[in-house]
């Protein structure tokens, strides 16, 4: 497998809707495989040519497998065509399903964008979450960082924007700044007060672990000492705790935690943290 490295490997995960049913289906399947690591790549609400071109350029630069829920015969057979040519093994998960019951009813499906889920003020508050989420990844749009639930910041490479997707498949509003050594705090994130602000942090050998990784995927060929130098990231990471201590944030050591065991410690401490916003405001 040329674009397999032995302990990790990319999962696309491309659809029109929330992308939980390919999360759920992806995770299943990765889980049997307890010698190499799936990095998730989630791509939601994925209707037009132009957000499948951000989709593409993300494969083509780490090629893996993609698995996809995408309704629109276009945007399923450009995806097909462009994974074929990048030699990237691509699946549509419903298709076998639906084929299936198609010879089983003798009819056609009537193709629906999402129509897994039914459409409940749930349903449109998750959308509206991965909007937001999508728009604030990375430290973006900090003038709007205060309409989010959860604010998330650490160093690169602590799992922010997948905790953040999937905070936002769950309605919570996820906005994540990247702390860089040397760059100061921007003045948006001293003024937040709605939000809850967690600090993640991760051991040094796990940073860097995934850094170097993350070089190999990209063929980087830059200067990368400070980046995955040992003591580097452990002055990066200490600090990080120490202004996660100093602003009194909650903080998540996600080291050896899954994705979904630090997003259900996050809405823990979001129920406490509006809890007392509460209790505040009734004051």
């Known amino acids: 497998m040329p674009h397999r490295h032995d302990s990790y490997f990319h999962l696309h995960l491309v659809s029109d809707a929330t992308g939980e049913t390919l999360m759920s289906v992806g995770r299943a399947a990765a889980v049997q495989y307890a010698t190499v690591s799936a990095i998730e790549h989630v791509y939601p609400l994925v209707r037009s040519q132009k957000q499948l071109d951000r989709v593409i350029t993300e494969i083509e630069g780490n090629p893996g497998i993609v698995l996809y829920t995408l309704v629109d015969k276009e945007l399923s057979d450009r995806l097909e065509t462009q994974c074929r040519e990048f030699g990237c093994p691509c699946l549509s998960v419903l298709a076998p399903v639906l084929s299936m019951f198609q010879n089983y009813l003798g009819a056609a499906s009537t193709p629906r964008v999402g129509a897994q889920h039914v459409l409940n003020a749930e349903y449109f508050q998750r959308i509206d979450a991965l909007n937001y989420t999508m728009m604030h990844d990375d430290g973006q749009l900090p003038e709007n960082w205060e309409e989010a639930d959860v604010l998330l910041v650490?160093?690169?490479?602590?799992?922010?924007?997948?905790?953040?997707?999937y905070l936002a498949n769950r309605g919570v509003k996820t906005a994540n700044m990247p702390l860089v050594p040397g760059i100061p705090l921007p003045p948006h994130l001293e003024a937040v007060k709605k939000p809850l602000v967690v600090g993640l942090f991760a051991s040094p050998e796990r940073i860097v672990q995934i850094r170097e990784n993350r070089i190999l995927s990209l063929n980087a060929t830059q200067d990368k000492s400070s980046y995955v130098d040992r003591s580097a990231v452990?002055?990066?990471?200490?600090?990080?705790?120490?202004?996660?201590?100093?602003?009194?944030w909650p903080i998540i050591d996600v080291t050896r935690r899954s994705i979904e065991e630090t997003a259900a410690a996050i809405i823990s401490h979001l129920k406490d943290h509006r809890r007392m916003m509460s209790d505040r405001d009734n004051a």
Request: proline letters at 4%.
């Open 154 to 165: 650490g160093v690169s490479r602590t799992s922010k924007t997948p905790t953040s997707i």
């Open 234 to 248: 452990a002055e990066e990471i200490t600090a990080s705790r120490r202004l996660f201590t100093e602003k009194r």
